[in-house]
């Protein structure tokens, strides 16, 4: 069965991509004192620390600081199999609380960034538990809190930056999960670089990860889709890759990126946009080839895929669709807990069974020509078949529905405060039916 993992972001207004989306509505007196106490402890550690370096002025003026809350409540509710096991249904509260210095003066400049956690249950029950929001004892119940901690130290030269810790890398080849309280989280090393005009570079190693919903780091491992392959693990991701700006809309990227002993992984990417009518006209294509690595130990790796998507705008409308589709023995190839960067990556589903035929339909709509700013509005639609998947006879078909809904205050004393209604249906022929709900209420606090 394919695990509730995956989630997508659609497009928001400007001011929604500056923020994310946090609650205001935090009950603390909910939380235990001793969690309390932990993440006023890390809040105060992660200011010191942003704060421990010699006084320049760039690293004293450039240092920023924020208190984000987000209320998240999830109800899944699956069509088939046992009725004591058909809906997962949770509702919490994160705080998350960062500290991001400056950098220091002179050729090389240093600064520090870190961030605090405090994820805390607000509903939840051994039946329901699961969705991904809190952690889970060995019992099958959520905790009532959990708390993570964060630093990364950064180097910069130029316009260079060397950042070596906590890692929220967003890549081609790795696309961190952030669709709950926390986002996946990686340690390791990452520099990069825009040093050449029209050229942004990136290289790095990851050693461990952290998943959104957990407090300790693992080693990773390839994404066990539909059980297609092994258990076995690494400690050392390595990727490097660029964008080079073609012309003023133009953009072609290549990555490489590899799990040591198992897996390597090349990416090729191209957009372009023309103006047409009133209208603007884009197209987007996204290449993946994968093979075994080393030992690997997890079995055969053997996948090609394309996605494409196609694209127009007309004042606030937008339309798009394409088709995708995997080639070789093996389904798509990224890392446990990850997202895809593929256009089929849904809310529920990624459309990534090995061989498995994609087309999808999106429609977008902001309000901001209505004269209501703030309000967005999305449908998309995609079907998927000719996939062959791990225990399964026969031609496996899917297909699924998203509604998102948004809306962003603009001005006031509520100015950025959001609220966000996420629907899907699911149905596929190899696992589980399914509908969810999402609601998400969420504000920042700059400090």
């Not at 029950?125 to 130290?153: H, N, Q, V, W």
């Not at 133009?250 to 191209?270: F, K, T």
Request: glycine share 10%; hydrophobic share 35%; proline share 3%.
């Amino acid at each position: 069965m394919i695990t509730p993992r995956h989630a997508h972001t659609s497009r928001r207004s400007r001011l929604a991509r500056a923020r994310s989306p946090l609650s205001i509505t935090a009950p603390l007196a909910m939380t235990t004192p001793l969690s309390i106490t932990t993440f006023a402890g890390a809040c105060t550690v992660a200011s010191t620390l942003a704060l421990a370096t010699p006084a320049q002025a760039d690293f004293l003026t450039d240092s920023t600081a924020s208190l984000e809350l987000k209320n998240y409540f999830i109800t899944r509710d699956y069509l088939e199999g046992n009725r004591d096991d058909n809906k997962r249904e949770e509702w919490a509260q994160g705080f998350l609380f960062r500290a991001d210095s400056g950098f220091t003066e002179g050729p090389i400049g240093f600064g520090v960034d870190t961030i605090s956690m405090l994820g805390v249950k607000l509903d939840s029950s051994p039946s329901r538990a699961g969705t991904g929001l809190l952690k889970i004892d060995d019992d099958g119940r959520a905790e009532d809190d959990y708390t993570k901690f964060g630093a990364t130290a950064k180097i910069r030269a130029g316009d260079s930056v060397l950042r070596y810790g906590y890692l929220e890398p967003s890549l081609p080849s790795l696309r961190p999960n952030a669709s709950r309280l926390f986002t996946q989280s990686f340690l390791g090393t990452q520099i990069t670089s825009t040093d050449i005009e029209g050229l942004e570079l990136t290289a790095g190693q990851l050693n461990r990860t952290r998943q959104r919903d957990e407090t300790e780091h693992e080693p990773m491992a390839l994404n066990r889709k539909s059980g297609a392959y092994g258990r076995a693990t690494s400690n050392r991701f390595q990727f490097v890759g660029g964008e080079y700006h073609l012309g003023k809309r133009a953009r072609l990227g290549y990555h490489y990126a590899q799990l040591e002993d198992i897996y390597r992984q090349h990416y090729v990417g191209l957009s372009d946009g023309i103006n047409l009518g009133s209208g603007r006209l884009g197209a987007d294509i996204r290449y993946f080839d994968a093979s075994e690595q080393g030992a690997a130990e997890a079995g055969e790796v053997d996948n090609r895929a394309v996605s494409t998507r196609l694209r127009y705008r007309l004042d606030g409308h937008t339309f798009s669709g394409g088709y995708q589709s995997q080639f070789g023995d093996t389904p798509f190839t990224y890392l446990s807990g990850t997202n895809v960067y593929l256009f089929s990556q849904y809310q529920i589903s990624n459309f990534t069974e090995t061989g498995e035929r994609v087309w999808h339909a999106r429609y977008d709509y902001d309000f901001s020509d209505l004269g209501l700013p703030g309000l967005t509005f999305m449908l998309r639609y995609a079907t998927g078949d000719q996939a062959s998947v791990h225990g399964f006879d026969g031609e496996a078909r899917e297909w699924e529905r998203d509604v998102d809904i948004e809306y962003i205050v603009q001005g006031g004393m509520f100015e950025g405060l959001s609220l966000r209604w996420r629907n899907a249906s699911r149905r596929a022929n190899f696992t589980r039916d399914a509908n969810e709900n999402r609601i998400l209420l969420g504000y920042t606090l700059k400090l």
